[in-house]
């Protein structure tokens, strides 16, 4: 299959390695360096590229409308602000690990 790759982020996911080892060794290299706990927890990253606008100032939060020219920046529904959607799209990720970690 051949998959087109458009953008930073999603470059880097695809080349990301599927052995757990290296994300161990990159948490142990942390806790070694800074002494803080680092819990790996798997998260999926499916639709963060469309997402809700993380920064958005309107209520209720507005959505990321990406198109095939959009990318790496596209505007938000409500507030019109010009979104990097790969920031916006890590910030989702992050927030969902962190709703997945302390949900019971």
Do not use: W
Request: net charge negative.
């Amino acid at each position: 299959m051949l998959v087109e790759l458009v953008g930073g982020l999603a470059k880097a996911i695809l080349n990301m390695p599927d052995e757990i080892d290296l994300y161990e060794r990159a948490i142990l290299l942390v806790f070694y360096l800074t002494e803080a706990a680092v819990i790996l927890l798997r998260v999926d990253p499916r639709f963060t590229s469309q997402g809700f606008h993380v920064d958005c100032p309107v209520d209720p939060i507005g959505r990321v409308l990406r198109s095939y020219d959009t990318y790496d920046v596209a505007p938000c529904s409500a507030c019109g602000a010009m979104v990097n959607t790969h920031h916006n799209a890590a910030c989702l990720i992050r927030d969902k690990g962190l709703f997945q970690y302390s949900s019971p």
